[in-house]
């Protein structure tokens, strides 16, 4: 698995994100995270290469400022891992939950895998609310099956991101997928769109991560 994570002055946000990654029941030679400071102007690249020299398993790549678009790119074309997931330098992912959601991917050879995701709400520093959206059915779906299910897809926000997704990296390579860098919004939307006509099998799983 390779974990990808776009930054841009995320002092923030990045060490909670890069902690929740490497608090996970695989074992760390079994997953890199490819993290890929977009510019940053703030302290993320201080805090980004102490991790690289603390952990194996993080790589840190670094560009001038292109957007996430691009830095999504530049991390996948660095990649080794057979999934890919993007996960955003805001985003956690819950503890000891990876074993589950690999095991699966190993398992069912899944071309794309969908799995829930939670919006955590905040004030004042104190999370209030905690909203899951979780895939509409469970198992293993062709495209058909999701094309006549699209609405309930597309309604509960499981297509429309890649964070919650995993991706088989050889599908990628082999149709040149690609975010589009001249978008700011919505290019994973479209990212998810181009790649879906190429996947045979896609597995959904009702938990968030």
């Not at 946000?13 to 940053?40: F, H, M, N, T």
């Not at 589950?100 to 829930?116: I, S, Y």
């Amino acid at each position: 698995l390779s974990i990808i994570i776009p930054v841009y002055n995320g002092e923030e946000y990045i060490d909670r994100c890069l902690q929740s990654c490497l608090r996970q029941d695989i074992p760390a030679d079994s997953y890199e995270i490819v993290v890929v400071d977009d510019g940053s102007t703030d302290s993320s690249n201080v805090i980004l290469s102490r991790y690289a020299m603390e952990h194996a398993n993080v790589v840190v790549l670094t560009q001038s400022n292109k957007k996430q678009g691009a830095a999504r790119n530049y991390g996948l074309s660095k990649a080794q891992g057979e999934y890919i997931w993007f996960v955003d330098s805001d985003d956690t992912v819950d503890e000891d939950s990876l074993s589950g959601v690999l095991k699966t991917a190993l398992l069912k050879k899944p071309d794309m895998l969908l799995f829930g995701m939670s919006f955590d709400y905040y004030n004042h520093g104190k999370m209030y609310l905690r909203e899951n959206l979780n895939p509409p059915s469970e198992g293993m779906l062709s495209l058909q099956n999701l094309k006549d299910d699209f609405d309930e897809f597309y309604n509960c926000n499981a297509l429309t991101p890649v964070w919650n997704k995993l991706f088989r990296s050889d599908l990628l390579k082999k149709h040149g997928t690609r975010f589009h860098e001249d978008m700011f919004l919505m290019e994973d939307y479209l990212f998810v769109l181009e790649l879906l006509p190429f996947c045979k099998e896609i597995y959904s799983l009702r938990k968030p991560i």
